[in-house]
């Protein structure tokens, strides 16, 4: 039984990647070139670009409510950080994280998320033990995390209020690195209301 069991997780795991990296890195569809934006910033050619909205699941936890949201948020830009529980530099973005969020969280839908299998209790015993204070949200199919291109760990991106890319990196940031990619989304943001 623990044999079946090991090998369902690993070809879960398989399908898992393998789904990301098509989504991330697949052959780009015609729609995708047409927005004349510069992909030379190293985030995978997502910044400039526009993904679907996506609900995903938040947890009961030190600022977070458990329910759902909308990624991207309709109604002002988003910023999501995309980490896992078990990465050391993610534990060390942290604190970068809180002093982001202390200075622009009152901006932005600020998220992170995490698409490991965790339970519940497990995930809002960590974010207690990290100081994280705002929402988080749970990406077990890891749709939202490849749509935009939320890996290696940790990756973060900020969205404008009209749902473009305007910001995307991966690594850990400093505090002033995060603020400045997020204002790249509440600067744009008006401003991308009359693109398309």
Aim: proline content about 5%; charged content about 25%.
């Amino acid at each position: 039984m623990r044999r079946r069991d090991l090998l369902a997780g690993i070809g879960s795991a398989g399908v898992l990647v393998s789904g990301g990296a098509v989504a991330a890195f697949g052959i780009p569809s015609p729609s995708d070139s047409s927005t004349g934006e510069d992909d030379s910033d190293g985030s995978s050619g997502i910044v400039g670009k526009r993904r679907d909205p996506l609900e995903i699941e938040t947890a009961d936890a030190p600022g977070s409510e458990a329910g759902t949201v909308r990624v991207p948020a309709s109604d002002r830009p988003t910023f999501v950080d995309f980490f896992a529980t078990w990465c050391a530099p993610c534990k060390k973005q942290m604190d970068a994280l809180v002093e982001a969020h202390q200075r622009v969280g009152d901006e932005v839908r600020f998220l992170s998320v995490t698409s490991e299998s965790i339970s519940e209790s497990e995930l809002a015993a960590w974010w207690d033990d990290h100081d994280g204070n705002w929402t988080i949200g749970l990406d077990p199919t890891a749709e939202l995390t490849s749509l935009y291109w939320g890996t290696p760990y940790p990756s973060a991106v900020s969205i404008d209020a009209s749902g473009r890319v305007r910001w995307a990196e991966t690594g850990v940031k400093t505090a002033d690195e995060l603020v400045a990619g997020i204002e790249r989304a509440l600067e744009d943001g008006d401003a991308a209301d009359g693109d398309e």
